[in-house]
């Protein structure tokens, strides 16, 4: 079994910043890639950045400049650094891993999603 558990969401003013944690444990033989996305009430779930295991990273355009995407892989922990955070930026962010489990078996994870509220 594979669990994903997001952190650090919270309440922020108008350009301010977070940083999101993401930790992966569990039955775990390699991590392809993981990623970051969000969900506003009413919107459709929208990728926000991606880093493979070579540490290859992509960030939707409306992020790149503020957003960071990390890993650490010795504790299998993914993150997000958030800055100059938008009031339209408010959402759910969920932690996602497309990885090998240690029976062989490759599957797409989600973690339950922090709240990330930008307002004043």
């Known amino acids: 079994q594979v669990q994903l558990v997001e952190s650090g969401g919270g309440l922020v003013q108008p350009g301010g910043s977070l940083r999101l944690s993401c930790a992966a444990s569990g039955s775990i033989f390699s991590i392809i890639d993981m990623g970051w996305f969000r969900q506003a009430p009413g919107n459709q779930r929208e990728l926000v950045a991606t880093i493979t295991g070579g540490d290859t990273t992509n960030y939707a355009d409306s992020v790149k400049g503020r957003f960071t995407i990390s890993r650490d892989n010795a504790k299998n922990t993914l993150f997000l650094q958030m800055n100059s955070l938008k009031p339209e930026e408010t959402a759910v962010y969920y932690c996602?891993?497309?990885?090998?489990?240690?029976?062989?078996?490759?599957?797409?994870?989600w973690g339950q999603g922090t709240q990330v509220t930008v307002s004043s």
């Open positions: 996602n891993a497309d990885l090998i489990s240690k029976l062989g078996y490759r599957s797409v994870y």
